[in-house]
């Protein structure tokens, strides 16, 4: 049976889709930019052992890029979802971790990072943004369907449809 046409969530899942790919496409590609700051973001949070940094703060980049990719083209979209929710929460936890400590650093979301002075911290602003990108991502976990996507395209998730032609699945 043929699809209806796109139905609202549809088109709120394109533009979540497309939203969180920015995200990741352009605090990815800031931080691949310039890898010494990544490093001196990662350092400065003092969580990690030293022989970890290096490999988080070159690792991360790429990362983030591939999670953007991914999800600009609408492949794998529930997983790339969850695997986004993950790292943000990580963001969440490292960025309130720090606030808990008396630290003073920029997060380096997107590029930046590193010590600043004590009154120039954004923890709470950092959290919320964060929160908010993690909200997207809830969206496409629960609801993974959205136009122009791989997924659909490949007929990734579709299930069989209900007696009556509704569909049952969601192509994700």
């Given at each position: 049976?043929?699809?209806?046409?796109?139905?609202?969530?549809?088109?709120?899942?394109?533009?979540?889709?497309?939203?969180?790919?920015?995200?990741?496409?352009?605090?990815?590609?800031?931080?691949?930019?310039?890898?010494?700051?990544?490093?001196?973001?990662?350092?400065?949070?003092?969580?990690?052992p030293?022989?970890m940094?290096?490999?988080?703060a070159?690792?991360?980049?790429?990362?983030?890029?591939?999670?953007?990719?991914?999800?600009?083209?609408?492949?794998?979209?529930?997983?790339?979802?969850?695997?986004?929710?993950?790292?943000?929460?990580?963001?969440?936890?490292?960025?309130?971790?720090?606030?808990?400590?008396?630290?003073a650093?920029?997060?380096?979301?997107?590029?930046?990072?590193?010590?600043?002075?004590?009154?120039a911290?954004?923890?709470?602003?950092?959290?919320?943004?964060?929160?908010?990108f993690?909200?997207?991502?809830?969206?496409?976990?629960?609801?993974?369907?959205t136009?122009?996507?791989?997924?659909?395209?490949?007929?990734?998730?579709?299930?069989?449809?209900?007696p009556?032609?509704?569909?049952?699945?969601?192509?994700?």
């Open positions: 049976m043929a699809r209806p046409s796109a139905k609202w969530p549809d088109v709120v899942g394109i533009l979540v889709r497309l939203g969180l790919a920015a995200v990741w496409l352009i605090s990815g590609g800031v931080k691949a930019a310039n890898p010494n700051q990544s490093y001196l973001a990662v350092q400065a949070y003092d969580v990690l030293a022989g940094v290096g490999f988080v070159a690792a991360l980049p790429f990362v983030e890029l591939a999670l953007g990719v991914l999800l600009l083209v609408g492949f794998g979209t529930r997983l790339v979802a969850v695997l986004s929710a993950v790292l943000l929460l990580a963001f969440i936890a490292g960025v309130a971790q720090s606030w808990a400590r008396g630290l650093i920029d997060c380096g979301c997107f590029g930046g990072g590193g010590q600043v002075a004590s009154g911290t954004q923890y709470p602003q950092e959290i919320a943004r964060d929160i908010g993690l909200v997207l991502a809830g969206w496409l976990i629960v609801r993974p369907r136009l122009l996507s791989l997924d659909g395209l490949l007929g990734i998730g579709r299930r069989d449809e209900e009556g032609g509704d569909p049952v699945g969601e192509t994700g």
